[in-house]
């Protein structure tokens, strides 16, 4: 009976010390959310006030592309905070066998779109490539967090370049995604998945810090494997390596 007391005892304390930590991740999440939603909201209420103010057309109409601009912002962050949650809560995810080189076209269509055609974005022949089962629309997800960080992060007059190869060995399809920007400091390499990461405390630099670690998410949820090599100044490069379809 004294053993069996201890051991409810000790499981006790485990799980308040589990609990403890739950409220003190929900708390961090909590807090970094809202400092993202705050620079925005503040900056759409603040161009408000001036564009009424304002008899002046050029300056309203700058100040109504500055409240765009945010509230896309602010969409776009629901969206992935959104996905984030449906990724926490999916146990079962609806999978088939697809091509690689479907889920690529789309995603760069994706990221074309948003960005446009700077910098350039070289994909090499993916015809041939075996498939891949998995979610189509989840896996695409992935890849468009992984270009548009290579674009937020590389100059327009740069170049990122998509290429893919098969490991026979591990029965394993790779792509790796390569940019010439800015690159990653060697002491930051160990955060760059991390949940609302950015190299600045200060949240300067574009983004949520948000996008790679639901690009891990979900490539890992497909049995897969995301790794990142980045050097300052000279670039960075993803490689997703994913099982192929049996």
Known sequence: RDVTEQRQAQQ????????QERRQLLTTFIQNA???FRTPMTTISTSAHLMARSDDADNRREKADRIHHQVKRVIRLVEMLTLMAKLEG????????FSL???VETAAEEIIGRYGEQPILNVADLSGLPKVTGNQDLLTDAFVQILDNAYRFTPSDGEITLKAAVDEDRNTVSLEVHDNGTGIPEEALLHVFETFWREDRAHTTPGFGLGLTIARNIIERHDGTITLVSEEGKGTCVCVSLPIAQ
């Not at 006790?12 to 609990?19: I, K, N, P, S, V």
């Not at 999916?90 to 066998?97: E, I, M, N, V, W």
């Open 34 to 36: 809202a400092h993202e």
């Open 90 to 97: 999916d146990t079962d995810l609806k999978q088939s066998a």
């Open 12 to 19: 006790r304390e485990f799980q308040l010390q589990l609990e």
């Open 101 to 103: 080189r479907n889920l």
